[in-house]
């Protein structure tokens, strides 16, 4: 009998096809179910395991070395028995297939000083594995495939100490060692809100240097930190360490009084020593400048404090020079006193003109008596009004651009307003001497 296609009796024949098909959907589906794993097959297809090996069993403050493995079998190269930490990393029923809920700062990851990938290790996810070991120092990831990793986010963040990584070519940290923006306050400090962490990370082979987002992807090799502490940081206070020598205040000589001092950074409370803000004492000459202000005549004398490099703004300490009556000019040693210092004349800024990324500054140039007092300038500018995190150029008097008043300033952000100021400076037996600021103008630079 010849049956056809759309009558009454093809149709037993479609529905054992529809079947069919439908069972075919449903093995797809358990076959999908199986690729993508659930989070017991995920566990039993990777076994990734953290063993934190103790450094110094003997006593003391423990510190270890992380090895991240596939299965828990202990190196003898490391292994102390009885003192070492076997962590499961895709342990526990919450664990997902892509084993990310782990973190190496929720076990011993506080103590954890070197930390390394074993071959085989390819996980999904490294998301925060190391955030907050903050005494790591040192990180071996030339074994870890890092080809399936979906999410590195945090990876290691707060890492404070981490000083050198080695990476191979399976491995990917680009936007890992970035630019973190830390609440200081969170950290213990005293009189700044926030500061930038930006890390500089040099080729040991080639010598380039990367910001973290820089950083070449699936390419061997190690880099070493070349600096850590950058941006803006406010100082805290000025401590005068010479004692006094008349009645809590200071003898009149005749010539410049100038105490020495320190300068202290916030002051991190809750920091460990080589943390990068762990700066109490800063240093002269490389995070700020040092002045005095009426230092040699009896009365009120004052010390400038100048922030520079990562340090800005400016804080100030006072002191009294008091005349007892015993000196007297052209009697004994004091016969050679100097003359008294006057700060040099304030400048201006006279005109600026807009570049391509940068501009050029030009100022009122001093009187011919002014100018004998003058030993140099300083430029600064800044993309804030109030000139937080301002950069600074010294130009000396006798310097083309010093003798023509005249700066040209580059490499800046385009399409950007700055404001700028200018002031002289004079150097005398040893010191710096500066005048005000001049009043900020404003340019915005070609893009």
């Known amino acids: 009998m010849s049956v056809e296609k759309g009558s009454v009796a093809a149709r037993p024949q479609g529905r054992s096809g529809l079947r069919a098909?439908?069972?075919?959907?449903?093995?797809?589906v358990a076959l999908v179910g199986t690729v993508l794993c659930t989070p017991a097959e995920a566990m039993a297809a990777e076994e990734i395991y953290a063993i934190f090996y103790d450094n110094n069993a003997a006593g003391g403050n423990k510190t270890y070395t992380l090895v991240i493995q596939k299965g828990s079998a202990l190196d003898p190269k490391y292994s102390k028995p009885g003192s070492d930490q076997i962590v499961r990393i895709c342990g526990g029923s919450s664990a997902t297939c892509q084993c990310d809920s782990w973190r190496a700062s929720a076990a011993y990851g506080g103590a954890t000083t070197r930390a390394m990938v074993s071959p085989g290790v390819a996980p999904h996810s490294t998301r925060s594995w190391f955030k907050g070991c903050r005494r790591l120092?040192?990180?071996?990831?030339s074994q870890l495939n890092m080809r399936q990793v979906t999410s590195a986010s945090g990876m290691l963040d707060d890492c404070w100490v981490l000083r050198e990584v080695k990476v191979g070519k399976d491995a990917n940290l680009k936007g890992v060692l970035v630019t973190e923006k830390v609440s200081l306050t969170q950290h213990g400090f005293v009189g700044a809100d926030y500061a930038y962490i930006d890390a500089r990370?040099?080729?040991t082979a080639t010598g380039k240097t990367?910001?973290?987002?820089?950083i070449p992807s699936y390419a061997a090799a190690t880099y070493k930190l070349e600096k850590r502490v950058r941006g803006s940081i406010a100082m805290?206070?000025?401590?005068?360490t010479e004692a006094p020598n008349l009645w809590g205040d200071y003898r009149y000589t005749g010539r410049s009084v100038s105490p020495k001092i320190s300068v202290s950074g916030p002051g991190c409370s809750n920091c460990h020593a080589g943390h990068p803000l762990d700066d109490r004492t800063l240093r002269e000459g490389v995070d700020y400048t040092v002045s005095y202000k009426n230092n040699i005549i009896p009365g009120r004398a004052t010390i400038v404090v100048t922030g520079k490099g990562s340090y800005s703004g400016e804080i100030y300490d006072n002191y009294f020079i008091v005349n007892d009556g015993s000196y007297q000019p052209g009697v004994g040693a004091s016969s050679s006193a100097a003359p008294r210092v006057t700060p040099p004349k304030a400048t201006s800024v006279k005109k600026l003109k807009k570049a391509k990324r940068g501009f050029t500054v030009t100022w009122k140039?001093?009187?011919k008596a002014a100018l004998k007092q003058t030993?140099?300038?300083?430029?600064?500018w800044s993309l804030k009004k109030s000139m937080k995190s301002a950069k600074t150029k010294t130009v000396k008097a006798s310097s083309s651009a010093g003798k023509k008043c005249t700066l040209k300033v580059s490499k800046l952000k385009g399409g950007k307003k700055y404001y700028v100021q200018v002031r002289t400076y004079k150097k005398a037996s040893g010191k710096t001497y500066y005048s005000s600021w001049s009043k900020a103008k404003a340019v915005k630079t070609k893009k």
């Not at 120092?137 to 990831?141: Q, Y």
């Not at 805290?236 to 005068?240: A, L, N, T, V």
């Not at 030993?375 to 600064?380: I, K, L, M, N, S």
């Open 365 to 367: 140039k001093p009187s």
């Open 21 to 28: 098909a439908v069972a075919a959907v449903f093995a797809l």
């Open 210 to 214: 990367y910001q973290g987002d820089q």
């Open 375 to 380: 030993t140099g300038y300083q430029v600064r």
């Open 236 to 240: 805290h206070e000025i401590r005068i």
């Open 137 to 141: 120092a040192s990180l071996d990831l």
């Open 201 to 203: 990370w040099t080729d």
